[in-house]
């Protein structure tokens, strides 16, 4: 059975990514999907003969993770990647440019097909096997224009209010590494260089107002800072989130789930 890691998306910057045919670049950024709080795309800055452009690659493409070189296989081929539609990531992604995205790679869009819509872990290993054929999108299928994808990099330093009080600032996102779920926020409290760091899920904010940069939570400064602390170069294990979620009298996110059940996290 695999073993369900969480892992820093600070951390996850800079991969390199490899193709089945060659070397395709290098992770930058993900994009974070604010509905569902899973990473739909990563965002890889190419090299060499495909030129330095950035592009997006859904994990659904993901053939393996070397953890020890750091590096994603993906099960895509150069030529598929340096023919994808140009997307101007300095911009928000539209609902159309992530259709036209998944239209050229043959795959299902998350926002119609359910199985999409949540984990990916039925795709992950080895990637999609039986994608589906590229299908005309006209323009009543993309039923919303909102955006819902931010920018990881753009997540960090927002400011985090509780209960009207000031608390920290969010300094990274804390994925599973094979759904691609985003568990937990991580935040500075106090300073913001020596503040202690704790952990928050971000289904437990209130209200994010991403005009000014804030993130909302239903809790006190001082409970926030009293929460058991995180260290970030040590694994994050069951116990630790077993606490967490005990000192916040919050039912825990794997309860129901086989493939947590009992799968340590390192």
Not at 8 to 32: C, I, M, P, Q
Not at 91 to 109: C, F, K, T
Not at 126 to 132: A, D, F, I, K
Request: proline content about 6%; overall charge negative.
């Amino acid at each position: 059975m695999l073993c369900r890691v969480l892992r820093s998306l600070k951390d996850l910057e800079r991969y390199t990514v490899a193709a089945s045919d060659g070397h395709l670049g290098r992770v930058v950024d993900f994009l974070v999907d604010d509905e569902r709080w899973m990473v739909r795309h990563l965002i890889v800055e190419t090299a060499g003969f495909l030129k330095e452009r950035r592009v997006l690659i859904s994990p659904i493409s993901f053939r393996e993770a070397d953890w020890s070189n750091r590096c994603f296989h993906v099960n895509l081929t150069m030529d598929q990647v340096k023919n994808s539609p140009s997307v101007d990531t300095a911009l928000p992604v539209s609902r159309q440019h992530e259709w036209d995205n998944y239209r050229h790679y043959g795959y299902p869009v998350y926002w119609r097909d359910s199985g999409l819509a949540g984990d990916f872990d039925s795709s992950m290993a080895g990637g999609l096997r039986n994608p589906v054929p590229p299908l005309d999108a006209p323009s009543k299928t993309i039923e919303s224009d909102d955006i819902h994808l931010r920018s990881a990099r753009e997540l960090r330093g927002y400011h985090v209010e509780g209960r009207g009080e000031d608390v920290g600032h969010v300094d990274d996102l804390v994925v599973d590494d094979l759904s691609w779920r985003v568990r937990y926020l991580a935040i500075v409290t106090g300073a913001w260089w020596s503040g202690k760091k704790v952990l928050v899920s971000p289904l437990w904010a209130i209200r994010i107002d991403w005009a000014e940069g804030k993130v909302f939570v239903d809790q006190s400064r001082e409970a926030i800072k009293a929460s058991p602390p995180w260290d970030p170069g040590a694994p994050i294990n069951r116990d630790y989130e077993i606490r967490l979620f005990d000192y916040y009298g919050r039912p825990v996110y794997w309860q129901g789930d086989a493939g947590a059940t009992g799968s340590p996290l390192r």
